[in-house]
């Protein structure tokens, strides 16, 4: 998405050029058999198939900007933080979710900076709407869904892939051994989850890990190793610490429960909120068609 967004940006910037026209700044993406497919041929294809939608969703961000400035509407580092960790603790560390950003070509600034600004929305169409979940709201969802508000069965997990049974059981024995697992990992390990956290998985539940070592993984007492055959090689697990499954506490999810049902509401009223936007703005596209929806 932010890739269309820039070439959303720049071809609204551009000039119309005819077809096969010199552009200046233009350069060859790729030359296939001495053939070259051009730059501004790219961001033109991208702009026929994406331009217009995303350029409709650029609209909508920007008055949303523009409306919570006006309001002095801005996201806490305390409320960007708490919903960081909450991303962090789907991947289990820190260091897993880093690398799993760069992979993705993206920073922990730049989700900082997205999640500052989901904040800011989230607040802006609230207050505009007078959102809010009160307490009994609240207990009423909470007993609806005790059930599937506890946490699950989970256990912390380490890994190393390595590429054939005797790589394993060098590396299983080096550990028993007395070897650091994680340090095994981060020099050994084929997976890239070795690299980033040292095969550190932190706690997962059933369901997260491929078949091939999720019902393993649970079998395995605390402190245990085993290595499993799978389709890229063979896995070397360890179970640091298991955790039984936990009955939810009203006072342990309640912020969670409001937040989730505040998404609710926020999602029905976030759409004629920004038709409203959209009706009091002054939307001009020179060159182009005005975008529908004002």
């Given amino acids: 998405m932010y890739l269309y967004a820039i070439v959303a940006a720049a071809l609204i910037a551009a000039p119309a050029r005819a077809a096969g026209a010199n552009v200046p700044g233009d350069f060859d993406v790729v030359r296939v058999n001495g053939t070259a497919i051009r730059q501004s041929e790219v961001l033109e294809r991208l702009w026929k198939r994406y331009g217009s939608q995303t350029l409709e969703e650029m609209i909508d961000e920007l008055l949303m900007r523009q409306a919570a400035a006006a309001k002095k509407i801005t996201a806490t580092p305390a409320e960007v933080e708490r919903r960081f960790a909450r991303l962090q603790a789907q991947f289990g560390s ?114 997260m890990l491929p078949p091939e070592i999720d019902e393993v993984a649970f079998s395995l007492k605390a402190g245990e190793l085993k290595v499993v055959p799978g389709p890229r090689g063979q896995h070397i697990l360890q179970v640091v610490e ?40 002054d939307i001009k596209t020179p060159g182009r068609p005005n975008p529908k929806g004002k």
């Fill in 94 to 207: 820190r260091e897993l979710l880093v690398s799993q950003l760069e992979q993705a070509g993206t920073t922990v600034a730049k989700v900082k900076e997205d999640l500052a600004e989901e904040v800011v929305r989230e607040r802006l169409v609230m207050d505009a709407k007078g959102l809010k979940v009160g307490d009994d709201e609240l207990k009423k969802a909470f007993d609806a869904n005790k059930d599937k508000l506890g946490k699950p069965e989970a256990v912390h997990l380490r890994h190393i892939l390595a590429k054939n049974e005797a790589d394993a059981n060098e590396l299983v024995a080096k550990i028993k051994g007395g070897a650091d697992f994680l340090t095994l990992a981060r020099e050994k390990s084929l997976a890239a989850s070795g690299k980033a956290a040292g095969g550190d998985y932190g706690f997962v539940s059933r369901g």
């Fill in 242 to 281: 298991k955790r039984a499954a936990q009955t939810a506490s009203f006072d342990e999810v309640k912020e969670d429960l409001r937040e989730m049902l505040l998404a609710e509401k926020l999602k029905d009223a976030s759409q004629p909120y920004l038709l409203e936007l959209r009706r009091k703005a």
